[in-house]
């Protein structure tokens, strides 16, 4: 059952004429225009992906985790940086899962996410590489050459004064992709995404539009564009305070089926961003998932503590990418 005052969400599974959608045709039809319309609001991007070339800036091993510090072009003729952590014992011959782990909100930015710096219970890269995925940590533009997010906005803008920052962290996260494919020692076919609160935010985006993840597990992102400050301009910005805004974020769960997603939540802990309340969301996209006529692959847990990522938490995530990828 919904939670009282559950989030009125708009119908999936009814097409642009007011038919209802009851076949995976239908569906697929409704999701192309669906993204569609969702690209549309974020802005464009550019055509050209730049070649992967990563360039090693630092390198050391660490707990059986070999980690590079790499500098490559996300954009042309824009760089930056990012972790790339093997399993010492990686080899081309039996290739790995991958992982593109997305930091949250910290000065340490990647050094966090990769076992560098910061609370172990962040560490989440590092320990995923601890057992067996080769994980990239790319850092998030926000904090790439720049002071303050004013700063990078500023400098975003001028290249592409019609594009959503969140699109920009879309395109980053997407070229995370592109770095773990140009690795042998990683199977194209099981990359998966995780992240903690901005890196959930990155992980839902980029699980929705990019096909090439195959399961995704998003801690405390506040799912509902409601739930936390998808307003501000380093995100989606103030057009969702709109009375008209027709974009909501279960549309994001449905752009996903049938893939592997799970929300983590914190709800009954401080600054909880997510809980009963995003229920609803998973709800509503578990009617997409089943038109795929196969076991629905969408939940979440709720661990009770708040905004973070607590020890039974991480291992859910952990389970979850070893069960799917």
């Known amino acids: 059952n919904l939670p009282e005052g559950a989030a009125q969400l708009s119908p999936l599974l009814i097409d642009q004429d007011g038919q209802p959608i009851e076949t995976l045709e239908k569906w697929r039809v409704a999701k192309t225009h669906l993204r569609r319309t969702w690209i549309d609001f974020l802005g464009p991007m550019p055509d050209e992906r730049p070649a992967v070339e990563l360039e090693i800036l630092t390198e050391d091993v660490n ?158 992102p506040g799912i509902g564009i409601k739930f936390n400050n998808w307003y501000d301009p380093w995100f989606l910005g103030p057009a969702v305070r709109d009375p008209d805004f027709a974009l909501e974020h279960h549309q994001l769960l449905a752009l996903i089926a049938p893939r592997p997603f799970l929300l983590l939540a914190g709800e009954g802990g401080k600054h909880a961003a997510d809980g009963a309340r995003s229920w609803p969301f998973i709800e509503a996209a578990s009617r997409v998932y089943q038109l795929y006529g196969n076991t629905t692959r969408i939940g979440m847990y709720n661990h009770g503590q708040g905004h973070t990522l607590p020890s039974q938490a991480f291992e859910k995530m952990a389970e979850w990418l070893e069960a799917y990828v």
Request: aromatic share 8%; with cysteine; charged share 20%.
């Open 63 to 220: 707990g059986g985790v070999s980690r590079q510090l790499v500098r490559y072009e996300t954009e042309v003729d824009v760089p930056v940086e990012g972790y790339l952590l093997r399993p010492s014992n990686a080899d081309a011959s039996t290739p790995l899962p991958g992982v593109v782990a997305l930091h949250q909100t910290t000065r340490h930015t990647i050094d966090q996410v990769a076992g560098v710096a910061g609370p172990a219970e962040q560490q989440i890269g590092w320990k995923l590489a601890r057992r067996g995925f080769v994980v990239f940590c790319p850092r998030c533009f926000l904090w790439q050459n720049a002071t303050n997010f004013v700063q990078a906005m500023a400098h975003f803008k001028r290249r592409r004064p019609h594009t959503n920052c969140m699109r920009k962290m879309l395109w980053d996260a997407s070229r995370g992709v592109d770095v773990l494919n140009s690795l042998p020692e990683v199977d194209s076919n099981r990359i998966a995404s995780v992240g903690h609160s901005l890196g959930a935010i990155e992980t839902l985006y980029l699980a929705a539009f990019d096909e090439r993840i195959r399961a995704a597990v998003a801690s405390e």
